[in-house]
């Protein structure tokens, strides 16, 4: 599947602005705390994508601005990425959407797709390397079932195909949740604790066999289609290998659907962990509750772009909350990040300005303990008020050295 375009990032030591780069701290899930990432020359990320059926709202901008972020941290340390994202480009709640609207499903992923491609590249949202649907990753996902029947972790109810999580002696570990706590976030969040015939309330659908009016592919288990956490274990192991550096999205997949998916990937390969660390950002609320599709209490990039915002507006607002926090959209979240960037710009076009090495130190400092993104914009504040005020030393080469840092490691081309 095509991703988008990459935009051009600065090198900070081309700029006349050289480390160091600090070690990047990110808060893991399975642990409960905040720990150093250790990458290799080349650190390796998976970030789970859309279903395409409703994009791009602002809870997705704000994971994925996230994992930029990530993604810029390591490239300023010096390491390469390989990043790998998926699309869920079958699944129940697309093929819902299809036929409430009346729409080819595949029409509607499609449009979908491209949208999402459109708000990403406005955005400035560094592409993954392997930007992976469902539908092409079939056969990946067809032996990875196989795998796990090899080592006896399948079961049939019904022509289904299902993943017996006692299988995986560290299941649970990614989220640290407990069965009670567990059964009810499955249910809500696309399992089936209820239906007959399994071992467990809580193993997971591998493959779906074929319905009447379904899309559905040939498999040696027979026609069918695969399973939601199958996907991302076939995708992130092929493109990544075990024990990558991070696995990432919202904190409503670290159960079930990173839980799930670790499992899958251990017992198919035998090998633990199936990544480093589990990282998730916090919810996007509106009007009180959670920004979701089921609600429906939606505001979208697109909108917000077709209504004359800049795209540099929308993520400064977004990196104004840290990303694992739960936070609320209000009226009053674009016009301050407008006015932010206002100044910021008139500062970055001045003649000279205050000395730019310290702005460039303290984003490190703040964006490698565990992405301090609003700590980060305070200190580029204080940059552009003490450049407005015209005080203190002056260094002609300064504005353009700010905005090669918000550029490289904040997104925000100035």
């Not at 990039?301 to 739960?326: E, I, W």
């Not at 580029?380 to 002609?396: I, K, N, T, Y």
Request: charged letters at 25%.
């Amino acid at each position: 599947m095509r991703s988008w375009p990459a935009p051009e990032v600065p090198n900070l030591p081309e700029a006349g602005l050289p480390g160091p780069a600090l070690p990047l701290h990110l808060h893991d899930t399975a642990t409960g705390t905040v720990r150093p990432t250790r990458p290799g020359p080349t650190a390796r990320m998976y970030v789970c994508g859309i279903t395409p059926y409703d994009a791009t709202h602002l809870g997705h901008a704000a994971t994925y601005l996230a994992f930029d972020l990530v993604n810029r941290v390591w490239r300023d340390g010096g390491h390469k990425v390989c990043y790998v994202q998926n699309v869920t480009d079958v699944d129940d709640p697309l093929l819902e959407r299809a036929e409430q609207t009346g729409q080819d499903w595949r029409e509607l992923a499609d449009r979908e797709i491209a949208l999402f491609r459109d708000d990403m590249t406005a955005l400035r949202i560094l592409p993954p390397d392997h930007y992976v649907g469902a539908v092409e990753a079939i056969p990946l996902i067809v032996e990875m079932i196989e795998r796990l029947r090899s080592r006896g972790a399948v079961y049939e109810v019904n022509g289904d195909l299902y993943f017996p999580i006692s299988a995986d002696p560290d299941f649970g570990r990614v989220s640290g949740l407990t069965t009670e706590q567990m059964l009810p976030l499955f249910a809500e969040r696309g399992g089936d604790p209820q239906r007959r015939g399994k071992k467990d309330p809580l193993d997971a659908l591998l493959w779906r066999a074929q319905r009447p009016g379904e899309p559905s592919w040939e498999s040696p288990f027979g026609p069918g289609r695969p399973g939601w956490h199958v996907e991302c274990s076939a995708i992130s192991i092929h493109h990544l290998g075990m024990a990558f550096d991070v696995e990432g999205g919202g904190s409503d997949l670290a159960f079930p659907h990173h839980e799930m998916s670790a499992s899958h990937a251990q017992v198919a390969t035998g090998r633990h962990p199936h990544a480093k660390a589990y990282v998730h950002t916090g919810m996007v609320g509106l009007d009180g509750q959670k920004m979701s599709k089921s609600l429906g209490n939606l505001v979208f990039v697109s909108r917000l772009r077709a209504d004359g915002a800049d795209p540099m507006a929308v993520r400064l607002a977004l990196l104004a909350h840290h990303y694992r926090s739960d936070w609320e959209w209000t009226g009053e979240d674009l016009p301050r990040a407008t006015a932010r960037l206002e100044r910021w710009r008139a500062a970055v076009q001045l003649p000279a300005g205050p000395p730019a090495a310290a702005v460039a130190a303290e984003v490190r400092r703040h964006l490698s303990q565990d992405l301090d993104a609003p700590s980060a914009l305070v200190t580029v504040d204080r940059w552009a008020e003490q450049a407005l005020a015209d005080a203190g030393e002056r260094d002609p080469a300064a504005p353009a050295q700010v905005r090669a840092v918000v550029d490289a490691l904040l997104g925000v081309a100035l």
